[in-house]
């Protein structure tokens, strides 16, 4: 196995080669449809195409520095990604762990990143399982979590210090999605951090995978039923991690749920108005804009300030956006779910 003089380093010194500071862009679309100001932190901008570059890159730095870590492991698409190119940049081995249901397209990014795969189990769970088992076997490798870990949750929370420099002021909500917890952990982390303790977060996931906010409603972590296939599968995490259930308690967090249409559309509009190709998980957040239910989930007005992390963008293809048109109704129904309380109404021009 390889070793370098790179693990003598400082792991915030090789953390600082990895993540790009991505752009806060002002959406005017997206303004003047929700009458506010609506700002979207780029992350699909990253060069692996996601947020994970920067939790999985702290952790991949720490390991590789603090614990003569000669191989990384982890599992999952955007984790495996970014654990790919993190490996590449500090020139340490990574083996990735992925299950049989993945697309050639992403086996093969992960393998131009110069990373092994092994495609094991028909879920992530399972191939999360042998990846750890993998790891109990291999002399001088090392688990890299893809979300429930506080490594990942501090580089995760850079997040916010970026949006703070860059806005320039605090904001009225902050949006994002929810699958596993860990970029929800980083954010409520970073908010306290820099004393944005009443900013609200606003968690969206699809209404088949939404153990967070089950999670919420029961005080407790609960795991989702087995059998769902929603179409924003990078949220089909089964068990939210406990943390992200203990973080919300001390902090303002609204778990919201959308349907799989609302994301394809949501994903469609997306790309066409501002030239980007996100993956439906991601644009599950940003449905809320466009269909203008935010006005529903929290007062805001022209001076408002929210900020939308676009989480990622690898695991879409023209070719599966295509495909899921035809799983989902046209104009398309908005139904929102918090709790009990459900908002719908018909979707009208946007």
């Known amino acids: 196995m390889m070793v370098t003089g790179l693990n003598t380093c400082n792991p915030r010194t090789l953390f600082s080669e990895l993540p790009i500071y991505t752009p806060l862009h002002y959406s005017n679309i997206l303004s003047s449809i929700t009458g506010s100001n609506v700002y979207l932190k780029l992350e ?71 990373a092994s795969v092994i495609i094991k189990g028909k879920d992530f769970e399972e191939a999360d399982l042998y990846a750890k088992y993998f790891v109990e076997k291999t ?24 949006i703070k420099s860059q806005l320039g002021d605090t904001p009225d909500a902050i949006i994002t999605v929810v699958g596993g917890g860990g970029l929800l952990c980083g954010l409520i982390q970073g908010c306290q951090k820099v004393r944005w303790e009443n900013v609200p977060i606003i968690a969206v996931e699809t209404h088949d995978t939404n153990s967070f906010q089950l999670s919420t409603i029961n005080k407790k972590v609960t795991e989702l039923p087995k059998g769902s296939e929603p179409l924003a599968n990078s949220l089909n995490i089964k068990k939210v991690c406990s943390q992200a259930l203990n973080l919300s308690n001390s902090h303002p967090v609204v778990p919201i749920t959308v349907s799989d249409a609302m994301s394809i559309h949501a994903c469609r509009k997306f790309a066409d108005d501002h030239k980007m190709l996100i993956e439906p998980s991601s644009a599950a957040a940003v449905s809320l804009c466009y269909s203008n239910i935010i006005h529903d989930i929290i007062e805001m007005d022209s001076t408002s300030k929210i900020v939308v992390i676009i989480t990622g963008g690898n695991n879409i293809s023209l070719a599966q956006l295509e495909n899921s048109r035809y799983k989902c109704s046209s104009p398309v129904p908005i139904v929102v779910k918090s709790g009990s309380e459900i908002y719908m109404k018909l979707n009208g021009s946007n």
């Open 44 to 114: 699909n901008l990253q060069v692996c195409n996601s947020f994970k570059i920067r939790g999985v890159g702290y952790m991949c730095s720490k390991v590789v520095s603090e614990n003569n870590c000669q191989m990384l492991v982890s599992s999952g698409i955007n984790a495996g990604i970014a654990c790919a190119y993190a490996g590449k940049k500090l020139n340490t081995l990574v083996t990735i762990f992925l299950p049989i249901n993945t697309p050639e397209f992403i086996i093969e990014k992960i393998q131009d990143e110069g």
């Open 139 to 162: 002399q001088y490798s090392c688990y890299i979590p893809p979300y429930d870990h506080p490594d990942i949750w501090e580089g995760n929370s850079s997040i916010i210090d970026e």
